[in-house]
């Protein structure tokens, strides 16, 4: 092999891996078990889930001082 092949496969390996890892860090968190605070806003509109096709939602829910989010995937089918 070639030097130059050898470079191109090893950076087509990198940006392969990046991609790898940047699409697990995205992925949508599940909602947090321990918020049960029923002050909340409003669901918004928070990327896509479910292999792209769902509604991925989040909000924020208070009790006085302390706050937590709330994640879901909804049915509705994702709007780009």
């Given at each position: 092999?070639?030097?130059?092949l050898?470079?191109?496969?090893?950076?087509?390996?990198?940006?392969?891996?990046s991609l790898?890892?940047?699409?697990?860090?995205?992925?949508?968190?599940?909602?947090?078990?321990?918020?049960?605070?029923?002050?909340?806003?409003?669901?918004l509109?928070n990327g896509?889930?479910s292999?792209?096709?769902?509604?991925?939602q989040?909000?924020?829910?208070?009790?006085?001082?302390?706050c937590?989010?709330q994640?879901?995937?909804t049915?509705?089918?994702?709007?780009?």
């Amino acid at each position: 092999m070639n030097r130059s092949l050898r470079i191109r496969l090893i950076l087509l390996t990198l940006l392969i891996v990046s991609l790898a890892v940047t699409s697990v860090l995205t992925l949508p968190r599940p909602a947090e078990a321990a918020c049960s605070y029923t002050a909340c806003g409003n669901w918004l509109w928070n990327g896509c889930c479910s292999a792209g096709t769902k509604q991925y939602q989040y909000r924020q829910c208070c009790a006085g001082t302390s706050c937590c989010f709330q994640y879901r995937c909804t049915t509705a089918a994702c709007s780009f």
